[in-house]
């Protein structure tokens, strides 16, 4: 029994790792298709596109990819020896499918273990590189432009009627800050600005008009200064309520949701992206329980082709129900955050449903 429990295990874990390097080979070779004239154009080579598939792939596929390949993995594992009429050799032999089956689900619950600790670690800290990627080049597009133009960041607005990319200054910069609801707190007028290393705006020549909203009809108090900073917000700000949620650990993310909702923000869709990355390793597990019932089916009263179709309309079915129930939980109450763990415990119990009637 343990030897046999062991061939099936070795089958779930090779498969895992070959349909897994395979779909991460794959998709490396369209996203440099489809973005093949950027990497003409860049002049970092072959480091450029490594270091554009090595941010990219892990933030945007691995959490789609990793249980895809639980799925094909398992279904392989028990599929292939099914087709050949192992199962019902071992079947008459007494040994239940549910048995050997179990240590191989224990491996796919451990490799779930080992992906929520990945995306804390390494999948996040390539989220975070993504997203300082993108910041720099938000920050390299205000001095692409040639005329005035408007910049928003967090309770700020900003015009500015030219920009020197070489210095990387600004002319003519009119800042406004506003509270939640709208109001005017304050305008400066600054004849130029220069962005410092830490993000911040340093504004010379500057007016500083501050406004009473308590009192709009008084007129507003105005100071001149030769020189301010400007930090865009306060500290809190730019480090958790302006922060990028999907660069965050779940504790923070947690944190931003609370600081979030006592700035009276919505924080519906943190709390769904919250749950949501809860559930992405459940379903390596979910995945391997409906992998090892249709692989078991195969032989018996359908093809592996067939099979295999019908798990893949499955693995699309899931993923087509959450999507929806995302959709409609952000639209609709906050209670509703937590739906996507409806639709991983349905599947669920699908699959558990599914497993226990194997060999009956």
């Not at 599929?79 to 019902?88: G, M, Q, T």
């Not at 600790?117 to 996040?124: I, M, P, Q």
């Not at 809860?278 to 082709?305: H, K, N, W, Y």
Request: charged share 15%; glycine share 8%; aromatic share 10%.
């Amino acid at each position: 029994m343990k030897i046999l429990s062991r061939r099936f295990l070795a089958s779930y874990l090779t498969f895992y790792v070959a349909i897994l390097f395979a779909s991460v080979l794959v998709i490396s070779v369209v996203e440099m298709m489809l973005n093949f004239d950027d990497f003409l154009d860049s002049s970092d080579g072959f480091l450029g596109i490594a270091t554009y598939l090595f941010l990219r792939i892990p933030t945007y596929y691995l959490p789609y990819l990793a249980p895809f390949a639980s799925f094909g993995a398992a279904f392989l594992a028990f599929a292939l020896p099914a087709r050949v009429h192992e199962i019902i050799a071992l079947q008459a032999g007494g040994i239940s499918p549910q048995g050997i089956a179990t240590p191989l689900l224990i491996a796919a619950g451990l490799v779930a273990a080992g992906m929520l600790l990945l995306n804390e670690t390494w999948v996040l800290d390539v989220s975070r590189a993504l997203h300082a990627q993108k910041s720099h080049d938000e920050q390299e597009q205000l001095f692409q432009a040639r005329s005035s133009f408007w910049y928003r960041k967090g309770a700020f607005l900003y015009n500015v009627r030219s920009a020197d990319r070489e210095n990387q200054s600004l002319y003519g910069v009119e800042v406004f800050e506003r509270t939640r609801a709208g109001d005017l707190l304050q305008r400066i007028s600054a004849g130029s600005a220069q962005i410092l290393p830490g993000g911040a705006w340093r504004l010379q020549d500057a007016t500083i008009r501050r406004f009473d909203t308590s009192r709009p009809e008084s007129a507003p108090i105005t100071h001149s200064a030769s020189e301010i900073d400007l930090e865009l917000g306060s500290r809190a700000d730019l480090v958790l309520l302006n922060a990028d949620p999907h660069a965050l650990s779940l504790p923070a993310l947690r944190a931003y949701i609370d600081a979030v909702t006592q700035d009276g923000r919505d924080a519906k869709r943190s709390r769904l992206l919250f749950h949501s990355r809860l559930t992405e390793p459940v379903t390596v597990l979910l995945f391997a329980l409906l992998g090892v019932s249709l692989g078991f089916g195969v032989g018996r009263d359908r093809g592996i082709a067939s099979a295999a179709l019908q798990g893949l309309g499955m693995v699309g079915l899931f993923y087509g129900v959450r999507a929806l129930v995302i959709l409609a939980a952000s639209s609709g109450p906050a209670a509703a955050a937590p739906a996507t763990w409806l639709v991983t415990a349905a599947f669920g119990g699908y699959g558990t449903w599914c497993f226990l009637r194997m060999g009956r």
